[in-house]
Every structure is written in structure tokens, then in C-alpha cells.
Nanobody
Framework: QVQLVESGGGLVQAGGSLRLSCAASGVVYQINAMGWYRRAPGKQRELVAD???????NYADSVKGRFTISRDNAKGTVYLQMNSLKPEDTGVYYC???????????????WGQGTQVTVSS
């Protein structure tokens, strides 16, 4: 199992920036894709961005050009740099990791507890 701890959420005005971090801990065979999801008020959780262990990233159309995902494999950490924030970016942001577990090797995924991002207009 992998434990994920997020940080960096908060309140910001529209047009501002925030940087989210998510640190993974635990013993697994390999951490594969890591990503960020969000749940806006009254909506279902949706993918914001994810990134493979090799560094290939994928973004929701609504954040392309404004958000950048990156990761440090040595530290087991994934980041989300959010620029030009809009009120519609408000929500709880969750870190996700897809892993290969040890003994026997199998796929699993873990979720962080979530961090609140609020963008005021």
C-alpha cells in the first residue's frame, strides 16, 4: 500500500496561482501513473491531470495551458502548478497513484485525503 499526503491548497483570487504537492510513502514494487483529480461542489470527481513514470502527461481540456503536472520519481512526489486560476477551478483536489504491489505483483491504486482549493472572483 502507498499512503499519499497532499499539501498546498488554499484560497486565492481569480488569476492567481497555487502549487499542490503530493508525497507518496510505503513499500511497493513500483509507482506507475500519478495524477490529480478534483471534485467541484455538486459535481462528480474528474481527472485534472496525470503523468506516467516516464513523464508523459495528460490534461483535462479545461486546464490545458494553465496547469502543469510534474513528478520527482526519486522522492515519490507529484506536483500540480496551477496558474491563471478561475472560480470554476474551486473544489477538493485529490492525489492518485497507480502502483504495482509486492508479493505477488498486482495492480492497485491509492488516494490522498484531498486538499481544498477555493478561487474567489
Amino acid at each position: 500500500q502507498v499512503q499519499l499526503v497532499e499539501s498546498g491548497g488554499g484560497l486565492v483570487q481569480a488569476g492567481g496561482s497555487l502549487r499542490l504537492s503530493c508525497a507518496a510513502s510505503g513499500v511497493v514494487y513500483q509507482i506507475n501513473a500519478m495524477g490529480w483529480y478534483r471534485r467541484a461542489p455538486g459535481k462528480q470527481r474528474e481527472l485534472v491531470a496525470d503523468i506516467t513514470a516516464g513523464g508523459t502527461s495528460n490534461y483535462a481540456d479545461s486546464v490545458k495551458g494553465r496547469f502543469t503536472i510534474s513528478r520527482d520519481n526519486a522522492k515519490g512526489t507529484v506536483y500540480l502548478q496551477m496558474n491563471s486560476l478561475k472560480p470554476e477551478d474551486t473544489g477538493v483536489y485529490y492525489c492518485n497513484a497507480k502502483v504495482t504491489t509486492l508479493g505477488p505483483l498486482s495492480s492497485d491504486e491509492s488516494w490522498g485525503q484531498g486538499t481544498q482549493v477555493t478561487v474567489s472572483s
